[in-house]
């Protein structure tokens, strides 16, 4: 199982101090931790921890829980739950962890189709893993609490080794599931009813949640779950960092090393670049927010291009109401001649009809002219008469030439208009499949046909464009104007929230600054205590010479009152004895002065790293967001410039 597996690959790392004993044990010189012998620096492993209790405790409260555990049961809780539920607030004055409302599941959970994956995904995982019951797929459309609860009680079994349920089921199912952080609740009514359409799906989920949990624990590697990656950066976490410099520190100071300046500058720099970066982190921002600014002073600095579509909009309405008008003139006009050649067209037959009977009394007085015999006096009547006719014939021909010339005079300038308002309608045409207005399918038409068709021998094309296309275009253009004020609307508000993130971005490096001027000032008085305590320190080592130089001369120049000398002695040696007890106490006072400095200036520098991480991170997810706002309401502008 899966905690077998944990014990056997993290075995060699149950605890700090088995580790460090080890190591101890094979090192050269020194057999055991209580062999040591008292050598004035340092006496004994019990002895150095009894001394070191105040940085122990320090250390305790600076980071509770470096290195989990991996011996007991429950585990795969501690290890494996933290990170099946790592969740982040939005919003500024949020922090990370607890929301005060009650999640809802966000899956769809009562979908038929993904229901069906979820109990195939169950299904497999439980053959996969030798599931000691029946199972198919009918069973899990409509499971009873018995099935609910072996399948429950196997799965959790791959967590926690021969889990058993108790009599209450209903009461501790909701606690495992809340232990393994799961985040949605699972009430006590639903395990009452496992079966019915409202509570199976949700504790479908669950059992597919746990699946997905088990699964994920089986492909981690051992070091992933004793020491986890952080959320923001790929690379090792906190905690394992901090154990191998206790680890190199402790096993440095076995061999006798007194300082360890190169592992904490070491610990420091892995520190930094994992808050801030290789290359740091407020340079890049702060350079990142200014090229940001500059653009956004660009592209409001730049001419509105709306506003001269809005104009040049205003210029095609005024021609399109010009062009209406000459349209409607040149109707008109072509009603007049057609009135006009209907009339020409009447008086032609008139002519033709009079011409006719003109031609057929002629073959009449042909025959006549033929058969009987004529006077000169008729000849001279009918010849007379012809050259009248004649004239006549002549006089009409002229006129109906002259009607035919001015009709085709008509033709022409009727065959002109014609060739314009084709024109002008072809031109209608393309404008409008450019704003994808034609055909009726296009992404703007909305079904509804744009298109200007000529039909010059009625007036249905002008109607139908006055009365619906004519609309749907102001509607239209209506709509544009709308989106317009919408997207300068949420520039504005971008605008304003990247204000803010500047404002906060300040605050912060003003916040940073004041902490590092207090962490000169607590490195400042460390130094000047070193110095009073080297001082003083010195004076009593005089001090002693003094006496024992005291005595010297005492023991040359007086041989006479040994006793009284004596009694000297003793309390001179008494009084050594309470200057030493109290240097010593002295000295103590001043080293759990300087341990208590230290903790403070290391718990101040664990504090830095975490606070300009979370700000570094917040900033960075604020300008991501603003910068794709800003890039989608330009993106919708320019749709909007294109489609008007």
């Known amino acids: 199982n899966l905690v077998g597996r944990m014990r056997r690959s993290g075995g060699g790392r149950q605890s700090l101090a088995h580790r460090v004993k080890n190591d101890a044990s094979t090192s050269s010189g020194r057999t055991s931790t209580g062999s040591r012998s008292s050598t004035g620096s340092r006496q004994s492993l019990g002895s150095s921890i009894g001394n070191r209790q105040s940085l122990g405790a320090s ?45 809802k599941d966000p899956r769809p959970i009562t979908d038929k189709g993904y229901k069906h994956r979820m109990i195939e995904k169950l299904i497999a995982f439980l053959v996969d893993n030798k599931f000691p019951h029946p199972i198919t797929p009918k069973v899990l459309q409509s499971p009873t609490s018995k099935d609910f609860l072996r399948i429950f009680e196997f799965i959790y079994g791959f967590i926690h080794p021969n889990f058993h349920l108790t009599q209450k089921p209903e009461e501790e199912v909701p606690k495992l ?31 597919v949640w746990l699946v997905d949990l088990v699964k994920y624990a089986f492909n981690v590697a051992p070091e992933e779950l004793m020491f986890p990656s952080t959320d923001f950066e790929s690379g090792p976490a906190e905690e394992s960092l901090v154990f191998k410099y206790l680890e190199q520190s402790y096993s440095d100071y076995m061999q006798g090393a007194d300082t360890f300046e190169e592992l904490e500058d ?44 809005k104009s040049q909009f205003e210029v095609t309405v005024n021609d399109e109401g010009k062009f209406k008008d000459y349209l409607t003139n040149l109707e008109h006009h072509k009603h007049r001649h057609d009135q006009t050649l209907a009339g020409l067209e009447d008086e032609h037959q008139t002519l033709m009809a009079e011409f006719n009977t003109v031609i057929e009394s002629c073959k009449r007085m042909q025959e006549i002219f033929d058969t009987q015999e004529f006077s000169p006096a008729d000849v001279e009547r009918m010849n007379h008469g012809a050259q009248e006719l004649q004239r006549q014939i002549d006089l009409t021909e002229h006129e109906v030439e002259g009607l035919d010339k001015q009709i085709w005079d008509e033709e ?46 009625s007036t249905a094309s002008s109607i ?71 001082r003083e320190y010195h004076k009593y080592q005089e001090e002693v010479e003094s006496v024992q130089s005291q005595i010297a001369e005492l023991r040359k120049s007086s041989q006479q009152s040994v006793e009284e000398c004596r009694n000297d002695l003793r309390s001179t040696q008494k009084k050594v004895e309470r200057n030493l007890a109290e240097m010593k106490r002295r000295e103590h006072e001043l080293m759990s002065f300087m341990w208590w400095a230290v903790e403070s200036i290391v718990g101040h520098l664990s504090q830095i790293p975490d606070e300009s991480t979370k700000l570094k991170v917040m900033v960075g ?17 320019s749709k909007l410039q294109e489609k008007i």
């Not at 609740?185 to 669950?206: C, D, E, M, N, T």
């Not at 464009?465 to 997207?487: D, H, N, S, W």
């Not at 304003?496 to 906060?504: C, G, I, R, Y």
């Not at 460390?526 to 110095?531: A, H, R």
């Open 59 to 103: 250390r305790q409260n600076v980071r509770k829980s470096m290195i989990p555990k991996l011996g007991g049961p429950s585990s795969i809780v501690s290890a494996i739950a933290p990170m099946a539920k790592k969740r982040r607030s939005s919003g500024y004055g949020k922090t990370y962890g607890h929301r005060d409302t009650i999640l």
């Open 177 to 207: 599931m809340k232990e393994l952080r799961y985040p949605f609740i699972i009430s006590k009514s639903a395990l009452f009813a496992i079966g019915s359409p409202h509570s199976w799906p949700s504790l479908l989920a669950a059992l």
């Open 266 to 309: 070491d610990l420091k720099i892995k520190f930094s670049q994992m808050s801030c970066g290789l290359n740091g982190g407020l340079d890049q921002l702060a350079q990142e927010n200014r090229r940001l600014a500059e653009e956004l002073s660009a592209l409001q600095n730049e001419p509105d291009k709306l506003q001269q579509v």
């Open 412 to 457: 022409i300038q009727i065959g002109k208009s014609q060739q314009r308002i084709e024109a002008k309608c072809a031109e209608y045409n393309k404008v409008a499949t450019m704003l994808k207005l034609i055909p009726s399918s296009a992404e703007n038409a909305h079904g509804r046909d744009y298109e200007l068709r000529q039909n010059f021998g």
């Open 464 to 534: 139908d464009f006055i009365g619906t296309i004519k609309p749907a275009l102001l509607q239209m253009r209506k709509q544009c104007a709308e989106k317009v004020y919408e997207a300068k609307s949420r520039l504005i508000t971008e605008t304003e929230a990247l204000e803010q993130v500047t404002d906060m971005t300040k605050d912060k490096k003003e916040e940073i600054a004041s902490m590092e001027i207090s962490l000169k000032k607590l490195e400042n008085e460390l130094e000047y205590n070193k110095e009073a305590y080297l």
């Open 621 to 637: 997810r604020e300008l991501h967001l603003a910068k794709q706002q800003l890039e989608t309401a330009k993106t919708e502008s």
